[in-house]
């Protein structure tokens, strides 16, 4: 999760540090790649996810449905 809230700071522009500076090139090209619009919606499906997963839904199902949350493109 703290590396898609590092991307979603860098797309905000917003001035906190990062907490995954040791990968502050790849975080800036996925920042350029998608909206923060994205961000939030992968953001979204983790927090779903784990809601999911205290509720006692099926791990696997919760991880698969992340999976294709978070690779699709909104």
Do not use: F, K
């Given at each position: 999760m703290s590396l898609y809230r590092?991307?979603?700071?860098?797309?905000?522009?917003?001035?906190?540090?990062?907490?995954?500076?040791?990968?502050?090139?790849?975080?800036?090209q996925v920042a350029?790649?998608?909206?923060?619009?994205?961000?939030l919606a992968k953001l979204d499906a983790m927090a779903q996810a784990r809601t999911r997963i205290s509720?006692?839904?099926?791990?696997l199902m919760v991880l698969e449905s992340l999976a294709i949350s978070l690779r699709r493109k909104i």
């Open positions: 590092d991307v979603l700071t860098i797309q905000l522009g917003a001035d906190a540090e990062l907490v995954n500076q040791d990968l502050r090139a790849s975080l800036d350029a790649s998608t909206s923060s619009v994205q961000t509720s006692n839904v099926r791990d």
